[in-house]
């Protein structure tokens, strides 16, 4: 997509541009084929802006102290990173031992007794980074998908009735700019009152996570929903009439294809708000995902926390990138208007 | 208004037909006092002005619109919502764009004849349907795929499949080049001459409404359109529109028909209605 914007500059410049600027041109297509121009557009550039961005922030950080020393530059942050990487690992050998002691325990117990009952505990080590990243993607799928599971056929109802619409409308419209850090007071209180259980499936931080994530993330996909089958083309809806399709036939063959596009485009945006939402939430919620990391190496307040918490942020950064990325492809799998620019 | 050419075992019997849409300042009398017989196997257009109403009474046929006067009765029964023995050709196809050319005939034979034929005789029927518009050769493309000719081909292979007692025509080749329009009429007039379809079509197209039709419903200009003229066309079929260009009925036909557009009916449209007339048009499309 991006090799495209080069391409179609070329030409408009070629054109505009005087009988110079066009020798010069052919002399760069003589040297360097279009294709390879093109290649080192779509990789330089980015490149380019990366390094710029690296060298503006190491500057930045530089000449900015604070209680916890001088603000982690790149590099700083990418020995955090490795920090981060190598407790990983440790944490990972030491559960390994872990369990091969107990492994080790019980059969040893066992030829002593044979009737004896193995027991097997959990190992109860403190969660690594990845870890808490593996947390954080389970707590925001499933609330987005929870989301969407209720958004979808929601938004098709009120897209099909404009008497539903109008009264749905401003419901929506009053919950949608609300902020995750708004509902979550409620949501745990909820949470702690309702979901009582001595052997709890889920935590309750999860779970009020999860629910905060949810009330977010649902407004997109509804109204998003609505819009796209409120808009399909009434030629179809007249066809559907002259067919006399029932209710359902007509939603599952005219109306969910027709809307498609726009379901992916509420969903990629809820999916956005999902993943924003998510780490507000876990910070209070105290769900050990990447939220309550930054949280803690906030709390924590070593001299590497701020380093720490540079890596959580391009992370976090960096995973909603390929969310979003995601989507896309599911769109475009999904989406009949091939055609269509998606980006 | 010329009722010695109304059929008398008509199929379809519009009587005082009339139709009013409410709006802010009032209700529109868009429609007023339209009769019309139509005969079994006839092929009728309906053509006038923009705004005229010629898609109101389409519509109205086809179920789409209710008649708050009178009312339109199709072999005895009255028509009171759309139904696939009315089929309708749209001005612009209107296929799903996700379904290839078959599975959109598909559709529409799935759920028309769901009880009564087997997967294989309803694969025969969509194939056979399709061959009959010469799209067999394209019949698992997309709409997006296919040109705009091609596109209403299917649709009215979708409308034929239907097997409707009447197939309605909204303006079916008004957004093609003129060439296409050309094989497209040609198409029609040869599918009309072996099924014996009764078509109620509108158009634009003063050569296309003589080529094709058995009797011209020349509509007056609105608000309150009616029925101005019938012209019956006397030319025997098939028809063959270049022997036509020079038979001298073919040219007075045409003669009839453009002096009722243009002299009789010509529209003298106030700058300061346009406004009105436009809305006009919007609800009535």
Redesign the interface.
């Known amino acids: 997509m991006t090799s495209k914007i080069p391409t179609s500059s070329n030409s408009s410049s070629a054109d505009l541009s005087s009988s110079n600027i066009k020798s010069l041109r052919s002399i760069t297509d003589d040297v360097m084929p279009l294709w390879l121009q093109d290649t080192i557009k779509t990789i330089m550039l980015p490149v380019i802006g990366l390094l710029f961005f690296l060298l503006i922030w190491g500057t930045a950080a530089q000449s900015i102290d604070t209680s916890l020393g001088k603000f982690p530059g790149p590099t700083q942050a990418f020995e955090q990173f490795q920090s981060l990487m190598t407790e990983h690992n440790e944490e990972r050998v030491k559960e390994a031992a872990f369990y091969q002691r107990q492994d080790d325990r019980n059969a040893a117990r066992l030829e002593q007794d044979p009737t004896y009952q193995v027991k097997i505990r959990n190992y109860t080590g403190k969660p690594t980074f990845i870890d808490q990243i593996g947390t954080s993607l389970i707590t925001v799928l499933t609330g987005f998908i929870l989301a969407s599971i209720i958004a979808i056929p929601l938004g098709i109802m009120i897209g099909l009735s404009k008497n539903l619409y109008a009264a749905a409308n401003p419901v929506i419209q009053l919950f949608k700019p609300v902020s995750p850090l708004a509902w979550l007071p409620l949501v745990t209180m909820v949470v702690s009152a309702v979901y009582v259980s001595d052997d709890p499936i889920f935590a309750k931080s999860f779970v009020t996570s999860v629910i905060t994530v949810l009330l977010c993330s649902l407004w997109p996909t509804v109204l998003n929903t609505a819009v796209g089958v409120a808009s399909i083309?009434p030629?179809?809806i007249?066809?559907s009439?002259?067919?006399?399709?029932k209710p359902m036939?007509h939603v599952f063959?005219?109306v969910i294809?027709?809307s498609?596009p726009m379901v992916f485009t509420g969903l990629r945006l809820s999916l956005g708000i999902a993943w924003m939402v998510l780490i507000a939430a876990e910070m209070l919620a105290q769900n050990p995902g990447l939220g309550k990391f930054v949280w803690d190496e906030f709390q924590n307040g070593s001299s590497n926390s701020l380093g720490r918490i540079m890596v959580a942020v391009i992370v976090i950064g960096l995973i909603g990138f390929l969310l979003d990325r995601i989507m896309l492809m599911l769109q475009k799998f999904f989406s009949?208007?091939k055609?269509a620019l998606l980006r | 208004m010329n009722n010695a050419d109304n059929p008398i075992n008509p199929i379809l019997e519009l009587t005082g037909v009339g139709i009013e849409f409410p709006t802010p300042k009032g209700p529109f009398k868009a429609l007023t006092d339209v009769n019309l017989k139509i005969a079994k196997g006839e092929v009728i257009s309906l053509i006038g002005h923009s705004g005229c109403g010629k898609s109101t009474v389409l519509n109205i046929v086809a179920g789409l619109l209710q008649a708050t006067e009178g009312g339109a009765v199709l072999e005895g029964k009255e028509v009171n919502e759309p139904g696939p023995e009315r089929a309708v050709v749209f001005q612009n196809h209107s296929l799903l764009p996700w379904l290839t050319a078959y599975e959109n005939v598909e559709l529409a034979v799935k759920t028309i004849f769901d009880k009564n034929k087997t997967k294989a005789e309803m694969k025969e029927w969509i194939e056979y349907n399709l061959n009959l518009v010469h799209m067999s050769h394209a019949m698992h493309k997309r709409p997006d795929e296919i040109s705009g000719g091609m596109k209403q081909r299917v649709g009215i292979a979708r409308a034929l499949a239907m097997e409707p007692k009447i197939l309605l025509m909204d303006e079916p080749f008004g957004a093609l080049d003129a060439l296409t329009r050309a094989h497209l009429q040609d198409s029609v007039m040869e599918i009309q001459k072996d099924l014996g379809n009764t078509i109620i079509m509108i158009t634009h197209d003063v050569d296309e409404a003589v080529l094709l039709s058995d009797r011209i419903v020349m509509m007056t200009n609105g608000p309150s359109a009616t029925i101005g003229e019938i012209l019956k066309i006397d030319l025997p079929k098939p028809r063959n529109r270049i022997e036509l260009a020079d038979d001298p009925r073919y040219n007075q036909y045409r003669q009839q028909v453009l002096s009722f557009l243009y002299e009789k009916q010509r529209k003298v449209e106030p700058l300061s209605n346009n406004h009105k007339l436009s809305k006009d048009k919007a609800k009535t499309a």
């Open positions: 083309s030629d179809l007249n066809v009439k002259v067919l006399r399709l036939t063959k005219v294809p027709s498609i009949w208007d055609q």
